[in-house]
């Protein structure tokens, strides 16, 4: 039964869906995976013991590998000798689904811009307070790289977005970490769409060459352990992207940079 009447918050007559056997059985899976009882890589118990163990039927079992391969958490393989293969919970799968409801709400490209610059900003200042030398060898190392002589101009923007989220996570929080991540792709598609509309121009050079040097000097701020001007440097430099990328963009949202 679906549906069931029950008392809430002291009022009768509500309906509360109760959970399909299929999605109960997804839980067990996912809770499995989530605490490590089941590694990445690992092959899943065969059907025919996964039904045993569950007690339902192979067609909820079916449904139950669907939620979780819609989930990618595992992987299934078709046919005689099938079965679904563990795979690790992956962020990239968050940053897509994230995209798809800032496109679907019709959110403007300034406001995650405007997200990024109260995300990140902190995090400069976080690092300059803790940092490891080898924390500074890698933000170095980025940089570098984003230089290199053989890169042309949209690999420099692709490896400058980069440094901006090796720095967010060797900040070592987390979940800034996550949430920065949930908003570099869209990052990346507003900078390479305007690289590739000012493609050439001496204007674009300067621009790559400007955020080379802030990124130098940034580093070398963390690097000194000076946290307030890390700070308010970083901060600057993202509202200072902020303001090329969208310049004659306004109003421009997230669905027309993606789709």
């Known amino acids: 039964m679906s549906e069931v009447r029950q008392s809430v918050s002291?009022?009768?007559?509500?309906?509360?869906?109760?959970?399909?056997?299929?999605?109960?059985v997804a839980t067990q899976l996912r809770r499995s995976i989530i605490t490590g009882e089941l590694a990445e890589g690992d092959s899943l118990p065969s059907e025919a013991a996964l039904v045993?163990?569950?007690?339902?039927?192979r067609p909820t079992l079916r449904e139950a590998f669907r939620v979780l391969e819609s989930e990618s958490l595992i992987a299934v393989r078709r046919g005689a000798h099938g079965g679904g293969t563990v795979l690790a919970p992956d962020r990239a799968v968050a940053a897509r689904y994230a995209g798809l409801i800032l496109q679907c709400g019709?959110?403007?490209?300034a406001d995650v811009y405007a997200a990024r610059v109260e995300l990140e900003a902190p995090c400069a200042a976080v690092l300059a307070r803790s940092h490891t030398d080898a924390d500074i060898a890698a933000l170095r190392e980025a940089v570098?790289?984003?230089?290199?002589?053989?890169?042309?101009?949209?690999?420099?923007?692709r490896a400058h977005t980069e440094f901006h989220g090796l720095l967010v996570r060797l900040a070592g929080n987390q979940t800034m970490t996550m949430l920065s991540e949930l908003l570099e792709h869209i990052i990346a598609?507003?900078?390479?769409?305007?690289?590739?509309?000012?493609?050439?121009?001496v204007e674009a050079d300067k621009v790559i060459h400007r955020t080379a040097d802030v990124h130098r000097r940034v580093v070398g701020l963390i690097a000194k352990g000076d946290a307030e001007r890390a700070q308010r440097l970083w901060r600057r430099h993202l509202i200072d992207s902020e303001d090329y990328v969208l310049f004659g963009q306004e109003g421009k949202s997230v669905v027309d940079l993606l789709l």
Request: charged fraction near 30%.
């Open 10 to 24: 002291g009022s009768l007559g509500k309906y509360v869906r109760a959970p399909k056997v299929a999605e109960l």
């Open 189 to 201: 598609e507003a900078n390479l769409s305007t690289v590739d509309a000012k493609r050439g121009s």
């Open 106 to 109: 019709g959110v403007e490209l």
């Open 52 to 57: 045993r163990q569950f007690g339902v039927s």
């Open 144 to 157: 570098t790289r984003a230089e290199s002589p053989d890169s042309d101009i949209a690999e420099s923007v």
